[in-house]
């Protein structure tokens, strides 16, 4: 287990950028890979972004494709995600999460074991 604590969320016009962190306490992070969910008002948490445990290998949802990243830094125990060109659409609670499990890439919300409280992301003029 690893506790994940996000950051980095808030309102934005569309067409902006924010650049969301995850940052991890305990030693299992670098054995982990780590994804990125969302949640908007009424509806299921979905799959955002998942990277592997090096960093090397990188999946995402397709509303999302050429316009988000996802990123980690072993080193500093933090997982980021670069979401550019956000639209109305985007608007949602952001999770961040560990998954110990093959099959990460998959994006099942139930291979994930450890998950973050959540930061608002606000996309609207």
């Known amino acids: 287990q690893v506790r994940l604590v996000e950051s980095g969320g808030g309102l934005v016009q569309p067409g902006g950028s924010l650049r969301l962190s995850c940052a991890a306490s305990?030693?299992?992070?670098?054995?982990?890979?780590m994804g990125w969910f969302r949640q908007a008002p009424g509806k299921e948490r979905t799959f955002v972004a998942t990277?592997?445990?090096?960093?090397?290998?990188?999946t995402y949802a397709e509303p999302v494709k050429g316009r988000f990243t996802i990123s980690r830094d072993n080193a500093k125990n933090t997982v980021y995600l670069q979401m550019n060109t956000l639209k109305p659409e985007d608007t949602a609670v952001y999770y961040c999460?560990?998954?110990?499990?093959?099959?990460?890439?998959?994006?099942?919300?139930?291979?994930?074991?450890?998950w973050g409280q959540g930061t608002q992301v606000t996309v609207s003029s």
């Open positions: 999460a560990a998954s110990w499990s093959s099959g990460y890439d998959t994006g099942l919300k139930n291979l994930y074991g450890s």
């Open positions: 305990g030693r299992t992070f670098s054995s982990a890979a």
């Open positions: 990277i592997n445990r090096s960093g090397s290998s990188t």
